[in-house]
C-alpha cells in the first residue's frame, strides 16, 4: 500500500472542505417547508420522543428507517443538554421547540455535514492508495465536493446522505476485499462482511440504493473457486440480513407502503388499471434523459474522464468494478424511476452518479496539465456561488420579514397563497385553520395567546373556505404568480425577471443552466398585491 506523509496545506485543504459542509445548513430558516423529507426526521422524532417510544407511528417515516433513528439519538441526547439552558424544565423547553421548530431542524443538516466528513475520509483514504500525486488528489476531492448537486445534497437532511456514505464505505471495502485477494496474511472475511452489511444498510435506509446489493454478486463471482470464502459470505449476508431486518421491523408497514407505491402509483408496471395524472416516461426515455442529466450535472467530471481515459487505465480492478456500479444504477433508475419528465426534476437522483464518477476517475492515469487547474477553478466558481446562495436570506425570508416590518396592523388580513412561505400567527389566525390543521403549535398558540404582538390575520392554504376578507379593510394577497386583475395593485417583489424556482428542491445543479450566475436569492418569484 502506499503510503506517504501528507504535507500541512493538503491537510489545511481537507479541514476547508470539512468546514464547508457546515456553512449554509441554516437555509431558509424559519422556513420549514423549503426543503422536502427533512420533517420526517424532526416532526416523526419529537412525536415519538413525547410518547416515550423510540417506534414512529405509521406514515411518519415512509423511508429513511435508519436516518430517522440516528436523527432520533442526535435529537434525544441534543434536547437532555439543552434542558440546561431551561433550567431543566421541561415545559418551558417544550413551548420553546413548538414555536421554533427550525431549532430542531438544524439537527437533520448537521448530520448530513458530519456524514459529508466521513464520505470525505473514506474517500481520503481511497487516494492514499490510488493517487499518488498531491495535486490529483486535491483536484478529485475538488470537482467531488464543489459539484453543485453534491452541494445541494450535503447541505439538507434528506434521506440520501446516509445511504450514500453506506454506500461509500461499501465499495471502499469491497475493492479491499477484491483487491487482497491473494493476499494470505490480509483478513478479507472483515471486509466481505462491512461491505455486504453497508449495502444491504443503504437498501433499507432508502430502496433506490437497492443497486448496490451487486456486490453479492461481484463477491460471489470473484471467490467462486474459493469455496471457503464463497460460505463466509453466504453466511455474512445471511447475518447481515438480520441485522437490518430489526431496522426494518421498526417501519415495516412504511417500506412495504412505499415499493407497493413505487410499482403502482408512481409507476404502474403490476397494475395497469391505475388511473394516475403523473406522466411517465418510457425505459429508453428516461435512460436518454438520465445520460442528458448526468451531463448536465457532472460535465467537469465527464471532461476529466475524457482527458485521462485516452491514457493507460492505472487499476482495471478498479476501474472495472466502478463502471458496474455505474451502469447498474443507471439502468436500476431508468428502469424504476420513469416519473422524472425534464432534467430539473427528481436532481437528487443524480447525485450518486458524482461519487460513482470519482471512483471511475482514481482508477485512470491522471496527467495533470494546466487545463486541470481550469477545470478545477471552474468547479469552485460554481461552489463559490452555490455557497453564498445557500447562505443569504431567501425570497420566502425577504418576504416573511417585509410582511412583518410593513403589514403588521389591526384591521389587515393577509391571503399567503404560497406552499412553504410560513408567517407567524396569532391567535385569531389559527382560529381560521380547519381542524385537520390544528395540530401542537396552533394549539399552543391559541391556548398561551401566543404572537399576540402580531395584528395582522393571516388566511393560507390550510385555513378554513369561508369568506374572510368581506370583513377587513386591508386585503393583501401573497402570490407566485403575477396578476392582471384592475382591483390588485402591485405594492411589492421579490422576483428575478422570470428566473424562478432556484433553490434546493427546485432548479439546481445544472451547470449549462446560466441563469444560475443571473439570480440574487434563491427561492420563487413572490408578488405582495393590496386590493384596491
Not at 462482511?193 to 463477491?219: D, E, Q, V, Y
Not at 460535465?299 to 478498479?318: M, T, W
Request: with cysteine.
Amino acid at each position: 500500500m502506499f503510503k506517504e506523509k501528507l504535507p500541512s496545506k493538503y491537510n489545511i485543504f481537507l479541514t476547508i472542505i470539512g468546514i464547508s459542509f457546515f456553512i449554509g445548513i441554516w437555509y431558509a430558516f424559519p422556513m420549514l417547508d423549503v426543503v422536502a423529507d427533512e420533517n420526517y426526521f424532526t416532526g416523526s422524532v419529537l412525536r415519538s420522543i413525547q410518547n416515550h417510544t423510540i417506534i414512529p407511528a405509521m406514515g411518519d417515516v415512509p423511508y429513511g428507517v435508519i436516518t430517522y433513528l440516528v436523527n432520533y439519538i442526535l435529537i434525544a441526547f441534543s434536547l437532555i443538554g439543552f434542558l440546561l439552558f431551561f433550567k431543566f424544565d421541561v415545559s418551558a423547553l417544550k413551548d420553546y421547540l413548538i414555536q421554533s421548530p427550525e431549532f430542531i431542524y438544524i439537527f437533520p443538516r448537521l448530520l448530513s455535514a458530519m456524514l459529508g466528513i466521513v464520505i470525505l475520509f473514506t474517500l481520503n483514504n481511497f487516494l492514499k492508495k490510488e493517487v499518488e500525486d498531491i495535486k490529483s488528489k486535491i483536484l478529485l476531492l475538488t470537482v467531488t465536493f464543489t459539484n453543485m448537486l453534491t452541494v445541494f445534497m450535503l447541505h439538507t437532511g434528506k434521506v440520501w446522505i446516509l445511504s450514500m456514505t453506506f454506500l461509500t464505505i461499501s465499495f471502499y471495502y469491497l475493492y479491499k476485499a477484491i483487491e487482497y485477494n491473494q493476499t494470505p496474511k490480509y483478513n478479507i472475511n472483515k471486509y466481505i462482511f462491512i461491505s455486504i452489511l453497508c449495502s444491504l444498510l443503504a437498501t433499507i435506509n432508502f430502496s433506490l440504493f437497492g443497486f448496490s446489493l451487486i456486490n453479492i454478486l461481484i463477491l460471489l463471482y470473484l471467490f467462486r473457486k474459493n469455496k471457503q470464502i464463497q460460505k463466509s459470505i453466504i453466511k455474512y449476508s445471511f447475518l447481515a440480513g438480520l441485522i437490518t431486518a430489526i431496522f426494518a421491523s421498526l417501519t415495516f408497514k412504511d417500506i412495504t407502503k412505499l415499493l407497493v407505491d413505487v410499482f403502482t402509483f408512481m409507476n404502474p408496471v403490476l397494475d395497469k388499471n391505475i388511473v394516475d395524472t403523473r406522466i411517465n416516461l418510457s425505459i429508453p426515455e428516461e435512460m436518454w434523459l438520465n445520460i442528458k442529466k448526468i451531463l448536465a450535472f457532472f460535465p467537469i467530471h465527464i471532461i476529466l474522464i475524457l482527458l485521462s481515459i485516452k491514457n493507460k487505465i492505472k487499476n482495471k480492478k478498479l476501474f472495472i468494478l466502478s463502471i458496474i456500479y455505474f451502469i447498474v444504477y443507471f439502468l436500476f433508475i431508468s428502469s424504476i424511476a420513469t416519473w422524472p419528465t425534464k432534467i430539473e426534476a427528481f436532481a437528487r437522483y443524480m447525485f450518486p452518479f458524482g461519487f460513482l464518477l470519482t471512483f471511475i476517475l482514481m482508477s485512470l492515469n491522471i496527467k495533470f496539465t494546466k487545463l486541470h487547474y481550469t477545470l478545477g477553478g471552474i468547479s469552485i466558481i460554481y461552489f463559490i456561488f452555490a455557497m453564498t446562495f445557500i447562505s443569504i436570506p431567501t425570497s420566502y425570508n425577504l418576504t416573511r420579514d417585509w410582511i412583518i416590518e410593513n403589514l403588521n396592523q389591526d384591521k389587515t388580513i393577509v391571503v399567503n397563497k404560497i406552499h412553504g412561505l410560513e408567517l407567524p400567527k396569532n391567535k385569531d389566525s389559527y382560529y381560521t385553520y380547519q381542524d385537520y390543521y390544528c395540530a401542537t403549535k396552533c394549539k399552543n398558540t391559541i391556548k398561551n395567546n401566543i404572537n399576540n404582538h402580531i395584528k395582522y390575520i393571516t388566511i393560507d392554504l390550510h385555513s378554513k373556505k369561508e369568506d374572510y376578507e368581506s370583513s377587513y379593510t386591508n386585503i393583501y394577497y401573497i402570490t407566485k404568480e403575477k396578476s392582471t386583475e384592475s382591483n390588485l395593485n402591485l405594492i411589492k417583489s421579490f422576483a428575478e425577471d422570470g428566473i424562478d424556482n432556484f433553490e434546493l428542491d427546485g432548479r439546481m445543479g445544472n451547470y449549462f443552466d446560466l441563469d444560475f450566475f443571473r439570480i440574487k436569492m434563491f427561492g420563487p418569484d413572490i408578488y405582495i398585491y393590496k386590493k384596491i
